[in-house]
């Protein structure tokens, strides 16, 4: 069987080769733990690790000390608000986010509502970007915490985080960033932006999965977050556990190829993307999600009007793709970044989301656009709402019965 | 989510899409769902004097359960009496499809196009429409 075309980077990336490479040696002959300090086994272990450590910091512009590996950016996440917040509970208990946030922040900052924390969920313009006065209005003598992603995972966006950052500065905040989907695609650093605390992963940047990152920050200010898994003390106490070595190596390799090949590799992609775009955008009543302008260089997030997304989805069989519709969730509710957008129901039901990637070729774009154009016509033809629409019918005049 | 055989049928070789003309006398029209729900389904029925179904057609916005349990109920209602096809229950339609719980609600829909189309035809053609119970929603 012929494989899919996979175009769902913002999922997962596939693992690029000179990662694997470079991680095979540490599963076998260089087994070590990393914090054996009484032989070779640990101190090849160790140096691997400690190698790592700078190809990661050179990625993000931070030095080796300010990198606490984890097993993800979920993780990451939960150990920088939840560390923030037990640790600076004596300055305050307020923390501000955003609606569009990831799962793995508002559902932390949910879990610490419960412990007593206050949490502002900024809501979203239009376009998927965040309001600079809202944010400055949200502050109070009680933040301890900013916490918006640099790049969103479903409609792509950029945040305006140079600007965020220096708001949560001048009221004593600090400034963490989930910044997952933008760490590898496009220049990150954390001096030049004020970032405090950030949190990547391994696998969106054609690493290994398992693996993931929290910066923190150790100069202007010095930040602390209190562990959230306690033991060996390892990861200069604030992650205990055994590293994962080879995972670890896979993931510096991995920020080194993205740090040596970024620059040439988001402009193909925006190009692949532009031209996925504009082709689609020919379809009659389709429409692009979000800001245009400041957005990563590899996702496409395109609502198709009168079609439903998971319907979508199985016409287009040979397109690995993913949709905002509810049918592809358990919940059965759309999308909440694009509804937070101020899309309406319908709308979200009809989005799919193209995450192109290192292993995108521009034949690949042409058979998804092939593919998108097919499936999107031969699905209006089966929907009573185009035909209602053909014909001038108002849509939301009818009283649907809402089931 | 992996899909069945025959929900995979329908929704590639879907039978009996199209549009009646829902002005006809004879014409029975059912139209449920909600865009914002995510499926609309519209379902049609031709009657003889014999009370008997002779065209069915539909179009299904929705998932590819929606699509093929709309186009599964055309098929079972050509040839049926009005009365045979007040009798298709929902989880005939579940069972034949091999359809997950998520998706029992596409042949609810389903079942209520058919008695929506069902009451349409009676109405236009001086009947009372049926008192439905309100299916399991």
């Known amino acids: 069987m012929k494989q899919p075309i996979y175009l769902d980077n913002n999922a997962t990336t596939p693992l690029d080769p000179r990662v694997l490479e470079a991680m095979l040696p540490y599963f076998t002959e260089k087994f070590g733990n990393a914090s054996s300090r009484n032989h070779a086994f640990g101190w090849v272990a160790e140096e691997a690790v400690d190698y790592a450590r700078e190809q990661v910091a050179k990625l993000v512009g931070c030095t080796e000390k300010e990198i606490i590996f984890t097993s993800g950016a979920t993780e990451a996440d939960n150990l920088a608000i939840k560390g923030v917040f037990e640790m600076y509970s004596e300055k305050g208990n307020h923390i501000i986010t955003a609606v569009t946030e990831h799962k793995a922040v508002l559902d932390t900052c949910k879990h610490l509502e419960k412990l007593g924390a206050k949490v502002t969920y900024l809501q979203v313009k239009e376009d998927g970007l965040i309001d600079l006065a809202e944010l400055e209005a949200a502050m109070t003598p009680e933040t301890i915490l900013v916490s918006i992603m640099y790049g969103n995972n479903e409609i792509g966006v950029i945040q305006p985080v140079k600007e965020i950052s220096a708001i949560a500065h001048k009221h004593g905040a600090l400034f963490m960033t989930d910044a997952t989907q933008a760490v590898g695609k496009i220049p990150v650093n954390v001096n030049e932006d004020g970032i405090d605390l950030m949190a990547f992963s391994a696998h969106k940047m054609y690493g290994p999965k398992g693996v993931g990152v929290l910066y923190v920050r150790r100069k202007g200010p010095r930040v602390k977050v209190t562990a959230q898994i306690d033991g060996g003390g390892h990861e200069r106490g604030m992650r205990s556990g055994t590293l994962n070595v080879p995972g670890i190596v896979g993931l510096g390799k991995a920020c080194e190829l993205c740090r040596l090949e970024m620059d040439e590799e988001a402009k193909r992609l925006s190009a692949l993307r532009d031209k996925l775009e504009s082709r689609l955008t020919q379809l009659e009543e389709s429409y692009v999600n979000g800001n245009t302008q400041h957005r990563l260089p590899h996702v496409a997030n395109i609502s198709f009007k009168y079609v439903e997304g998971e319907g979508l989805m199985m016409a287009m069989k040979d397109l690995a793709v993913s949709s905002g519709s509810a049918c592809t969730s358990a919940s059965l509710e759309p999308s909440y970044v694009l509804k937070s957008l101020g899309l309406s129901d319908d709308l979200a039901h009809s989005s799919i989301r193209y995450g192109l990637g290192r292993f995108t070729t521009e034949a690949d774009i042409e058979e998804a656009i092939a593919i998108t154009e097919k499936a999107v016509n031969h699905l209006r033809e089966l929907s009573p709402l185009w035909e209602m629409f053909k014909e001038g019918v108002d849509l939301s005049k009818i009283e649907w019965a809402e089931h | ?137």
């Open chain 2, 1 to 137: 989510m992996a899909y069945s055989d025959k929900v995979i049928d329908h929704y590639s070789n879907p039978r009996n899409v199209g549009t009646l003309n829902k002005d006809e006398k004879n014409v029975g029209t059912g139209l449920v769902g909600a865009p914002e729900c995510g499926d609309v389904m519209r379902l049609q029925i031709e009657v003889n004097a014999e009370n008997v179904i002779t065209d069915a057609k539909f179009k299904t916005f929705g998932c590819g359960s929606a699509i093929a349990s709309s186009s599964l109920a055309t098929e079972w209602l050509k040839g049926k009496t009005v009365d045979e096809a007040l009798a298709i229950d929902n989880m005939d339609i579940v069972e034949e499809l091999a359809l997950p719980p998520v998706k029992i609600h596409c042949s609810v829909l389903a079942e209520d196009a058919i008695k929506a189309a069902i009451n349409d035809y009676r109405v236009k053609n001086g009947m009372e429409p049926l008192v439905l119970e309100k299916s399991h929603h």
